[in-house]
């Protein structure tokens, strides 16, 4: 396929989907180029990379041999360290929130906010430490208080604490804990308590006026959405 075309990333995208329809969500996960096999044991690991390769094979796809790396206990994927013992944020990327410097313009504000909201599910009440930092950036010029940069550090030490997310286990119970403030909701969903995932939302003007009982029953929802 040709570079450049508008449509070429999603053409692709959607092709691969197709193609690896009948593994997706059992044993792989494909992001574009990028494909990911996870297996219960070394056996059925093999089995499962012989499914893949027959594929690419039929459909006459070559993988890059020097960038493949075969049964291995702990991977980077897309952002994510991914082991048996479940997911943890890129310390690479780690380390960039961490030393990011106090943002001068509004695009240090929005790039640093984009960085920050890819591992939001590793921060609980994500939304609402990040809230000061969101009404910059709609301001649409640079305005940053102390406010701001009290968000912006507790965002940076937040990160850095980031627990390990396991990973859900389908034949136990899920647990949901949930609550709401002024300015968002958040939770957490775990099992045996261990997180999953946390999730927040910053709650708009009409829903802010919300009562409490109404808050806390719309964070049950979006949990369970």
């Not at 640079?142 to 030490?157: G, H, P, R, V, Y």
């Not at 957490?188 to 939302?201: L, M």
Request: glycine share 4%; net charge positive; hydrophobic share 45%.
């Amino acid at each position: 396929m040709p570079f450049g075309m508008s449509n070429a990333p999603s053409t692709f995208m959607r092709m691969m989907t197709h193609m690896f329809r009948p593994y997706i969500g059992k044993f792989l996960v494909v992001y574009f180029d990028d494909i990911l096999l996870y297996s219960k044991t070394e056996n059925e690991h093999l089995a499962h990379l012989k499914q893949v390769f027959l594929t690419l094979r039929a459909e006459k796809l070559f993988v890059n041999l020097p960038k493949c790396s075969f049964l291995q206990s702990e991977v980077l994927f897309l952002g994510f360290i991914v082991s048996s013992l479940g997911i943890i944020a890129d310390p690479a990327k780690v380390s960039a929130i961490r030393e990011w410097p106090t943002p001068k313009t509004l695009t240090e504000v929005r790039s640093f906010h984009g960085l920050a909201s890819f591992y939001r599910r590793f921060i609980r009440h994500f939304s609402t430490i990040m809230a000061p930092i969101s009404n910059c950036l709609k301001l649409g010029e640079f305005k940053w208080d102390s406010t701001a940069n009290k968000a912006f550090l507790e965002i940076k030490q937040k990160i850095t604490e980031a627990p390990v997310l396991r990973h859900p286990d389908f034949s136990k119970a899920f647990e949901i804990s949930c609550d709401a403030s002024g300015v968002g909701i958040s939770g957490v969903i775990s099992q045996e308590g261990h997180p999953i995932a946390f999730f927040s939302e910053k709650l708009n003007s009409a829903k802010q006026k919300y009562s409490t009982y109404d808050k806390e029953f719309y964070a049950i929802v979006r949990a369970l959405h």
